[in-house]
């Protein structure tokens, strides 16, 4: 039998005095429906709420109808926020230490790199499954390839997922996968081919009203996940929105990002004299817009219209799910949460392609089925404007993301919320919502680890971060962050790869409240600071089990 909670406009008053009474069920008001939005790989910078020029008004309404967050964090990579996201507790206790696909001869075998959602971690959506919630997701999975260890397994009633941590966005052309890619799509566990017109952000938007609709009639409240693989690499839109931003690129990268940077101080969102991050050094390997010839200007400018064309297309679909809940009488009763898995992403992946790729990368074909082009560094430091970086770095500009927060009708509150959150927060926030109470197992070696994150709710009802008087850390690719309050200690490689003979971190610190940028280093200058957050980031490496080259647990 469903968990009912109370009344909202009792649980409005009692977020706005502070309280922290458990909520008791009433069967007068049923419990709110959750719709989770993840994009894929989206920057900072892109959507219009967030200064960018991409056409995103369903997402930009909602940014003005609920809270824009300008301090939500995820994790470097997808699979690793993922993890955080149904687990709510840090990725080494998940198993989800290292990406699968990334993990090191050392780190094999150890506990939390098991490269899936491991059995010691709750799935949130297997909890709101218990607490009464219909389940259902579409996208991107990324947490696990056998078959004991997908969505249906996990708590989702309905599933269409691809397992894989990326693919074509149009079904591939070729049934030798084996030259281009080889994925998997399962629909509640079963393999499934999928349909000629398949266009990735259009189909999964199809499939979950078409779940909605479905569990509609069960009466239950709904948890629905939109795990979209969009604007993800490769660059792929539908035809219609191929050429909508022709020529909206051609001033250069530059010139794109100071007018991201000058949109987002006219919005508020940073500070006029705030720092922003300013792009790597040119060089050969990376060089900038002046080193480009005529014709690799035409180039970059087109990769990044059709990553604007993919963003437009989200945004279009993301609209087609608000239509369907105030169609269907669901939309003042559902917490809509919208974020990106990570920042912006500039890795080349052509590298990986297999010998005699099935891939058709000439200009004409950019965009079109058979195109396999991501956009690169440089535009990547155009979508994590105004941060340092981009994703697989701890950087701001890494793990800094867009979200935006709409709460049920009763409870709505509207502004931009400064606050720092991160993305394993949300799991209890749903459960508290939802009038579900945290598992409390009792402590043991086999026990599932305990949700870790911190509740949202008093956040949403104007009462602050809830990490105001504590602090957050993590580590990817042996890159790792410690937040304390607004000082961050930033230890990054100083070259790729972190296997045996990385090289040691390097540790630098800085004043997030007034360099969200990472401009200027205080390790120098306040050594003792610098060896207090690097002990403090120690102790938490060896609670969670940290594994990688120069430091063991």
Not at 208 to 217: A, H, R
Not at 225 to 232: C, D
Request: glycine share 10%.
């Amino acid at each position: 039998m469903p968990l009912l909670r109370l009344p909202q406009t009792l649980l409005g008053v009692m977020l706005a005095l502070g309280s922290n009474l458990v909520l008791a069920a009433s069967a007068e008001t049923a419990q709110p429906n959750i719709l989770l939005i993840l994009a894929d790989d989206l920057g900072y910078s892109d959507l219009g709420s967030y200064g960018g020029e991409i056409s995103t008004p369903t997402l930009d309404q909602l940014a003005r109808d609920g809270l824009q967050f300008t301090n939500m964090y995820a994790a470097p990579t997808c699979s690793i926020t993922r993890s955080m996201l149904m687990s709510g507790t840090d990725n080494h206790l998940a198993g989800l230490g290292n990406m699968a696909e990334a993990l090191q001869p050392f780190q094999r075998g150890k506990p939390g790199y098991e490269g899936y959602l491991n059995q010691r971690s709750y799935s949130i959506a297997e909890l709101l499954k218990k607490g009464g919630y219909s389940t259902s997701m579409v996208g991107k999975w990324h947490l696990g390839l056998e078959a004991d260890q997908g969505p249906d397994q996990r708590g989702f009633e309905q599933s269409f997922t691809l397992l894989e941590g990326g693919a074509s966005h149009f079904k591939p052309s070729s049934v030798n996968l084996s030259k281009l890619e080889q994925v998997h799509y399962r629909e509640n566990g079963k393999a499934v081919a999928l349909p000629d017109n398949f266009y990735s952000t259009d189909f999964y938007t199809d499939k979950l009203i078409g779940y909605l609709q479905n569990s509609k009639k069960d009466g239950k409240p709904f948890f629905a996940y939109a795990a979209y693989t969009s604007p993800h690499w490769p660059l792929q839109a539908p035809k219609e929105y191929l050429d909508k931003y022709q020529g909206r690129f051609d001033q250069g990268y530059d010139s794109v990002r100071l007018t991201r940077i000058q949109r987002m101080q006219n919005l508020g969102l940073m500070a006029n004299d705030a720092r922003p991050a300013q792009p790597l050094p040119v060089n050969p390997r990376l060089p900038g817009w002046q080193q480009l010839s005529p014709e690799q200007q035409r180039v970059e400018a087109r990769k990044m219209e059709i990553y604007a064309a993919m963003v437009d297309n989200l945004d279009h679909n993301i609209g087609r799910l608000i239509h369907y809940l105030r169609q269907s009488g669901e939309y003042d009763n559902t917490l809509i949460v919208f974020m990106s898995d990570n920042g912006a992403a500039g890795e080349n992946h052509a590298q990986f392609y297999p010998p005699g790729a099935l891939t058709d990368n000439s200009f004409a074909n950019f965009g079109k089925k058979g195109s396999q082009i991501d956009y690169g560094l440089r535009w990547a430091e155009v979508s994590a404007a105004p941060f340092h970086l981009f994703k697989g770095t701890t950087a701001e500009g890494g793990i800094s993301v867009p979200a935006i927060i709409q709460l049920p009708r009763t409870l709505r509150r509207q502004g931009v919320e400064r606050g720092v959150v991160r993305v394993d927060d949300l799991a209890p926030t749903f459960l508290e919502l939802a009038g579900i109470a945290l598992p409390n197992e009792v402590p043991t070696d086999t026990s599932k680890h305990p949700i870790t994150g911190k509740s949202m709710l008093p956040m949403l009802a104007g009462n602050g971060s809830p990490h105001s008087n504590d602090s957050l850390a993590g580590e990817l690719f042996g890159n790792a962050y410690y937040r304390e309050g607004n000082l961050k200690l930033l230890g990054l490689r100083p070259q790729a790869g972190f296997g045996e003979n990385a090289q040691p971190l390097q540790w630098q610190l800085f004043d997030l409240a007034k360099d969200r940028g990472e401009t200027t280093d205080l390790a120098a200058s306040q050594p003792e600071t610098v060896q207090r957050l690097k002990d403090a980031w120690l102790k938490y490496a060896k609670k969670v089990g940290v594994v990688f080259a120069g430091h063991s647990s």
